[in-house]
């Protein structure tokens, strides 16, 4: 059974510019969350998607977005990168809560 | 505010060695709890996940347990190995229009050989 797959593993991206990325939700899960990990903050949550619709934000500016697809699958985008924005972006899939979550391998940003 | 702490933030410990990696959250209205570990750079792989109703879990020489009315969790490792050498995390769920994670900031184990 095919993991959540995230692509890709390793993005470098310059100041202002902006980035696209994708994930795979485990094949049946309907569910899928964005977190942004860094060294100084930990794990916070970006937002959850349910049969295409956010179900859920967490509390980052409107630079950050995502969408999700009819099968699943989900992209985030992130506009006008800046170097803050340099962390490793893990994504999470599920079958809905009570089940617990799955996550990828995560994509590395480096903004320079 | 929801938060979720886990002591110690690192722990270095002789091969052989059972531990117990803590986790304690300030609103016991959990869904579920759910342990992770992280090796370095990489994604978060799940250990057990406690549904609010449970006491425990096991899962070979993993241990978890929840108690609600204290606000804790603890991972029990028996007989740790260098292979248990990790970040471990601990991600609370409180259900409803709040589905997602909340995240500890995780303890840094070391197992030496």
């Known amino acids: 059974k095919a993991g959540v797959t995230q692509t890709p593993r390793y993005l470098i991206k310059t100041r202002g510019q902006q980035v696209t990325l994708s994930c795979s939700p485990i094949?049946?899960?309907?569910?899928v969350s964005w977190y942004q990990q860094t060294p100084g903050q930990g794990l916070q949550f970006l937002f959850e998607y349910f049969s295409e619709t956010q179900r859920n934000k967490g509390n980052f500016p409107g630079r950050f977005s995502g969408r999700q697809f009819s099968n699943s699958r989900s992209e985030m985008n992130v506009s006008t990168l800046e170097l803050g924005d340099s962390a490793l972006y893990l994504c999470a899939s599920s079958y809905g809560q009570g089940f617990g979550y799955t996550f990828g391998s995560g994509t590395r940003l480096t903004v320079v | 505010k929801q938060e979720v702490t886990q002591i110690p933030a690192a722990l270095s410990v002789p091969e052989g060695e059972n531990l117990v990696l803590n986790c304690s959250f300030t609103d016991s209205a959990i869904y579920n709890l759910q342990w992770f570990r992280q090796d370095p750079g990489k994604g978060l792989t799940s250990l057990l996940l406690?549904?609010?109703?449970?006491r425990e879990q096991t899962s070979g020489r993993l241990n978890a347990s929840l108690d609600k009315s204290s606000g804790r969790s603890t991972l029990y490792i028996a007989a740790s190995q260098p292979g248990d050498s990790a970040t471990y995390l601990c991600a609370l769920n409180y259900g409803g229009s709040q589905g997602n994670l909340i995240f500890g900031k995780g303890t840094k184990l070391s197992v030496k050989p």
């Open positions: 406690i549904q609010s109703s449970q």
């Open positions: 094949s049946g899960h309907r569910s």
